[in-house]
């Protein structure tokens, strides 16, 4: 049995875990497995400049950390290694994380993952990752209003262009 210190170290681990997880929209579990760390310093920075949080964590203590969370049948994959990367951002995690596995090719693998509430498999990653940002979707949206505000403005002018021709042609006659 480990001693008190060991213990109540751990305990703090997996209490850190469970609150950081209930603190975040989404989270990705990885298996890191055969990056370099150069590879490893590369996919930190992009995380970091992104506002994810990654951590490289036991299997026991990530286990227990998911214990009466919503998320508890991610426990099954956890096997290996494990890298786990959580942020606020629903989106920012799984879009760093996706386009570094698809960089590493074979070295890095998506186990799964949550976002809002669910627990989602690697193609729910992968899915996720290809939403276009908050600041892409926005700007499509204005673009789409602009659209059909100018749609609007261009027929309003031809309908006004069209009585102006025929007013002088009645005035004449």
């Known amino acids: 049995m480990p001693n008190e210190k060991v213990l109540s170290e751990k305990q703090q681990v997996v209490a ?5 997880i209930q603190a975040s929209a989404s989270g990705v579990i990885c298996d890191y497995r055969g990056i370099t760390v150069e590879q490893d ?5 992009q995380l970091r400049k992104a506002g994810v949080e990654y951590t490289v964590v036991k299997n026991t203590l990530l286990t ?26 629903p989106l920012a995690a799984a879009k ?9 090719k074979g070295a890095f693998a998506v186990k799964g993952g949550f976002v809002d ?9 992968e899915q996720l990752a290809s939403i276009p940002s908050k600041e892409i979707l926005i700007a499509q949206f204005l673009g789409g209003l602009t659209a059909t505000i100018r ?5 309003i002018q031809a309908i006004a262009d069209k009585q102006s021709e025929g007013e ?3 005035q004449e006659a």
């Open 16 to 20: 850190e875990l469970a609150a950081r």
């Open 41 to 45: 310093t590369k996919l930190r920075k």
């Open 64 to 89: 227990r950390a998911l214990k009466d969370t919503a998320y508890e049948e991610l426990g099954g994959l956890l096997n290996g290694t494990t890298s786990f990367a959580t942020s606020e951002d």
């Open 96 to 104: 760093v994380i996706s386009e570094y596995s698809k960089s590493v």
């Open 117 to 125: 509430g669910k627990v989602i498999d690697p193609a729910g990653v």
């Open 151 to 155: 749609g609007l403005a261009v027929a």
């Open 168 to 170: 002088p042609a009645a």
